[in-house]
């Protein structure tokens, strides 16, 4: 069965342009309940180990210092089907083919600047929001 949380970030360069605004109406919107949320700024240690899966990648580096240049909002999201949901919401990781009405196609600038973060499995959603959220936050 599939879980009912996500894992979301919203990246700096859409804090940046002023949309955390529009982009939580969106989720919200779309029915998603946020459970926890957060206003931070993310070390290169940090950055590095939430994309570790990618290390080996040639955009690691760039995303590293895209990911640690300005602050970001962080949160964890309650819908059923969430991951799925979530993924549909924000559409493809390349805004330029990115379904119409989507988050990153409507706020993302390029494959790497693409505005949002969403877990892509039930385990990766659980591993993100651990990483972000100790367990003394109320969620
Ligand atoms: N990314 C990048 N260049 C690429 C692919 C990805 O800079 O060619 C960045 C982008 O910010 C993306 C993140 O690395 O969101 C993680 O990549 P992934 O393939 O997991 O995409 P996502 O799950 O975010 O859609
Ligand atoms: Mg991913």
Do not use: C, W
């Amino acid at each position: 069965m599939a879980g009912n949380r996500t894992f979301t970030m919203i990246k700096p360069d859409a804090v940046e342009n002023g949309y955390i605004g529009p982009i939580l109406e969106k989720i919200t919107s779309a029915g998603f309940k946020i459970v926890a949320m957060k206003y931070t700024q993310l070390s290169k240690r940090d950055a590095g180990e939430f994309y570790a899966i990618h290390k080996e990648r040639p955009f690691f580096n760039e995303l590293v210092t895209f990911m640690t240049r300005g602050p970001i909002v962080s949160a964890i999201l309650e819908k059923e089907n969430a991951v799925e949901d979530f993924r549909a919401l924000i559409g493809a990781t390349n805004p330029q083919e990115a379904a119409e009405g989507t988050i990153r196609k409507l706020y993302a600038k390029d494959i790497g600047e693409n505005a949002v973060h969403g877990s892509d499995s039930d385990e990766n959603a659980a591993i993100e929001g651990a990483f972000h959220f100790s367990g003394r936050e109320i969620y």
